[in-house]
């Protein structure tokens, strides 16, 4: 007969919106054990298994904090209390949770403020007693703003009331394998029971296996980045968020963003991040929603598995009007599943682009056409160890759909050539670093010659401001008494006076350094390394601060209107860097908004 063995989850943390899906070994009538679900649609020699989750409700409610996600509230923020948008932002967990959060949740108190013309002078008093016990030092001032939680406080998100037994009740959630939290599970603990059952009379046959999670906690949401005019004109309804952005006619918006795939998210590596916020389940779900959020018109990820890709990335995409393009990694070094193997996805939406062509650029094959041309045989094969990394990029053409684009001097259609790509990680191999690079430009410079179109080259380039690839990127040479060139084994940067381009590419966020100053500039540049004129970084763990994710652009035929506002050191958790409850990758989205330039043909 069909028995249960063990039942349980991966996290015991459930999370709104995150689904759960319980491990569940049974032993099956030839006594193998196994894992497969045996629903009652195909029963097993008439048995099958039966699945409830049930929200466990006590007499006293738990609040979350809203903040930190896994602790219970003891605080509540007077302002956010009066106004029902608000109210799931108002809890914390101590004084110092408040004030360490301040600088993020004061933005709420002033968009609710501006947004709530009728009782504005309740806005601004409500509003300068907040500032005044965020800024103050003393408990007393402190405790102005806060109004104490002590003893049960009103549910926030009330749940329909079943049958009690005592001080409990249990209210039947879901009846499939798997459960997804919704806002009403907040604060209360979930119940797994699996029991095995005859198909014929629907009867359980022996005592159910369960499991009780912990409480439910609301997906931590981070403060909204905004879309900052690199005029240094203050932005109006500032937020990129389901309210929508403000988007100058004509123009178009490009994302770049390393989404850290499943496979490199291990917990060795960010033992920091929290296991239930480190979860696939979790940052999917996280990932989807901030991509969304952005609304670009073109979207260029890195590090998208390729099961991801189709399972996920594509379909769910696919539903706000983007279509998709997939380049996975070459795997003659990687082994495994090759479902796991990591690639480059670009998006685009329909309604703003069409597809006009694809170019696939596979660094393993130009290491070995490069291997065959100038390296002697007896080191070939060391020759193509050091090459062969399985490194990719991805080239779109695409036509522009939207008006206001201004056509060459022969009335063409306006054409925009996107690549996205992710080099060699490996610091030591700075050679096949700039190699790739360089591999890349000059496929890019062939298309340029034949089409004569606007360029954008977005990824992860696992190379710092000032390295060579840097340089050959932003200057079209590279200096030849840089220090990168000193690595150089094979000979495959000789002669130095062949590392060059003639694009002219200038990296997007310099934009900020670049530009005139204006009202609120000068605070995105305190974000800028000066003597590059990049980010001061796009990549923040534990052991790494730095840039390494950038936007390129062709400056003859494209001009920067817009940049997403950068994320600073303090503006991370202080006890974690990234990936983090808030931000699920260990990079941080880049995005920009460009205008094509009216241009004769060259």
Known sequence: MLSVIRVHLPSEIPIVGCELTPYVLVRRPDKSAATEDVPESSPLEGYFLRYRWFRVQSDKKVTICSVHPTEQATLQCVFCSKRPALVSKSYH????????????????HERAAAENGNSEEDNNNDLSRANSAASGVLASTLSASMSSLNGPPTPFYPSSIAQKNGGETLVEVGGCKTYTPTADDIGYVLKFECVVAVAESKQSVGHPSTIMTSRVIPAPSPRPRRLIPVNGADVVGGHLDQDG???????????????LSDT??????????????????????????????????????QEVQSDHFHEIFAPELDKHGYQALYKRKTNEVLSGSTSAIDGCATFFRRDRFAHVKKYDVEFNKAAQSLTEAIIPPAQKRSALNRLVKDNIALIVVLEAKFGNQPTDASG???????????????????????????TLLKGLEKIAASADIPMLVCGDFNTLPGSAPHSLLVYGKVDPQHPDLLVDPLGILRPQTKLTHQLPLVSAYSSFVRSVMGIGLEQHRRKMDLNTNEPLFTNCTRDFIGTHDYIFYTADTLMVESLLELLDEDGLRKDTALPSPEWSSSHIALLAEFRCMPRTRR
Request: proline share 3%; net charge positive.
């Open 93 to 108: 967990c101590s004084p110092k949770c408040f004030t360490d959060a301040w600088q993020h949740h004061k933005t709420l």
């Open 264 to 301: 490199s998210a291990s917990s060795e590596l960010y033992s920091y991040c929290p296991t239930w916020a480190l979860s696939w389940p979790y940052r999917r779900q996280n990932l989807l929603r901030e991509i969304v959020a952005y609304r670009a018109d073109v979207v260029c990820l």
């Open 245 to 259: 952005r403000i988007q100058s006619a004509g123009s178009f918006t490009v994302l770049s963003y390393n989404i």
């Open 412 to 438: 063409k259609r306006q054409l925009i050539c996107v690549a996205n790509t992710h080099v060699n990680v490996q610091q030591e191999l700075k050679d096949v670093k700039l190699w790739q690079v360089h």
